[in-house]
């Protein structure tokens, strides 16, 4: 972290007229120091429309939390903050904010039950990285420490593809998003892919989603989805990326297995209700 990107130096400088462009400066040289960060962070402080003083008070009013002595209890302090936002923001999408938002406890629950302690992790559609989080937080609980999973997730919405970005940063999680945000089925990020653990909670029912470039596609080992509907694609696309003996745990909407209807019909796989399921 430069010096002249850290919160002391913004705070002294709180007052000044030009603390936005100074915050702007900040990320720049963060971005700069950080190359997966490069074209994440939000530099548009220095245009923000705000009355005068006003942004160098939030920088003041920032500087007063407590953010504990160790830089794992900063992190911890900022994860939480950044994951309450997240809420708040996905609770007034209402809807749309699953897009970019699953629910703790649905996160906790799969986590809990795949129980990730090794190995490569992926979410094809991962929004704002809560998966990952989760899944560090378990390894840390249990024992281990962060690093002990490699991070694979593709994420199509640039802003979201930023703050899953910025999620794991904050937290000190290494990850890897793929090159730029893009459609997990037109361009895959990870086409060789194949992980231990798959943690997903794709959109429901995607009606616009197929592309004539996907007739035939290899991760199509069951038959070409119904071009009307991606749940049977998404099921498929993640068996595709599992290493033989890996697990997955994915939130799909009821019926996703009987609108499987495909165009080339082959062996559909079994499906057997998990011990854990209630």
Request: hydrophobic share 40%; charged share 20%.
């Amino acid at each position: 972290m430069p010096e002249a990107a850290r919160w002391e130096s913004l705070r002294a400088a709180a007052k000044q007229p030009d603390i936005g462009k100074r915050i702007d400066d900040a990320l720049s040289l963060i971005e700069a120091e950080n190359p997966k960060l490069k074209g994440i962070l939000d530099k548009r402080f220095a245009r923000a429309q705000l009355p005068d003083g006003k942004l160098g008070e939030l920088v003041d009013l920032v500087s007063t939390i407590g953010f504990g002595a160790t830089a794992a209890e900063a992190r911890d302090v900022l994860g939480q903050v950044y994951e309450y936002f997240l809420g708040m923001f996905a609770s007034a999408e209402g809807k749309r904010g699953g897009q970019f938002y699953t629910p703790r406890s649905i996160v906790k629950t799969l986590v809990a039950v795949l129980a990730p302690h090794h190995g490569k992790v992926y979410d094809p559609c991962c929004g704002s990285g809560g998966m990952f989080v989760q899944s560090e937080e378990f390894i840390e609980a249990h024992g281990g420490k962060i690093g002990d999973v490699a991070i694979f997730g593709q994420e199509a919405n640039p802003t979201t593809w930023r703050l899953a970005a910025m999620n794991l940063a904050i937290r000190g999680i290494d990850f890897n998003l793929g090159r730029e945000p893009a459609d997990t089925f037109t361009r895959d990020q990870f086409p060789d892919l194949r992980a231990d653990f798959i943690l997903a909670n794709p959109p429901f029912n995607i009606s616009d989603w197929w592309h004539a470039s996907l007739t035939g596609d290899a991760r199509w080992h069951y038959g070409d989805p119904p071009q009307g509907n991606a749940n049977y694609a998404w099921l498929q696309h993640m068996l595709h990326h599992l290493k033989p003996g890996g697990r997955a745990g994915i939130v799909l909407a009821n019926g996703s297995m009987s609108s499987a209807r495909t165009t080339k019909a082959r062996s559909a796989p079994r499906w057997s209700r998990p011990t854990w399921w209630k």
